[in-house]
């Protein structure tokens, strides 16, 4: 059942995740953690596998197995380099009235998962992540790459920013996220 769960937290988060992390997340000792993590690699580090399990200094993270790097490379230069899809554009935008946002803000402000579209913001260069140390999770706000492609000076340059950017039904919504992580 850890291994289960490792792997689900693993393809979700795709970054590094420090081992002791992942023991209080889960309530484990870090010696069961570490033989789930063998186990995975059993599972997934071989030749036919296209996603490997990566360790080092005490963090893992699940990658594409080395083989495939090409394709990926090709792929993701696609990617990055394509329309955005509706939820990213949602996303985006509420990024930049309401950055910095954790992902659950953003989450309860969307009704659905950003996982992915944030990891595909992140790959594309429009966001930065940092971490909030009083929030004790990443937050995430426009990058200066992004700012910069669309020609304004600084984000409250956005139109009707003052607006969205402090709408009380908005607000609401983030109060409820946060009381509810709380």
Known sequence: MIVTKLEAILFAIAKPISIKKLSKQLDVSQEIIIQSIEDVKIRFN????GIHLIEQDGDIQFTTNPVSSKDVALFLKQAESGPLTRPSL???????????????????IRGINCSLIIRNLLIRGLIDEKEDRERLQPV??????????LGINKISDLPEYESFNSNEQIDNLIEQTNTEDA
């Open 90 to 108: 949602e996303a985006l935008t509420v990024i930049a009235y309401r950055g910095p946002i954790t992902k659950p803000e953003i989450e309860q």
């Open 140 to 149: 995430y706000s426009l990058s200066m790459k992004f700012i910069k492609t």
């Open 46 to 49: 071989t030749p036919e596998s």
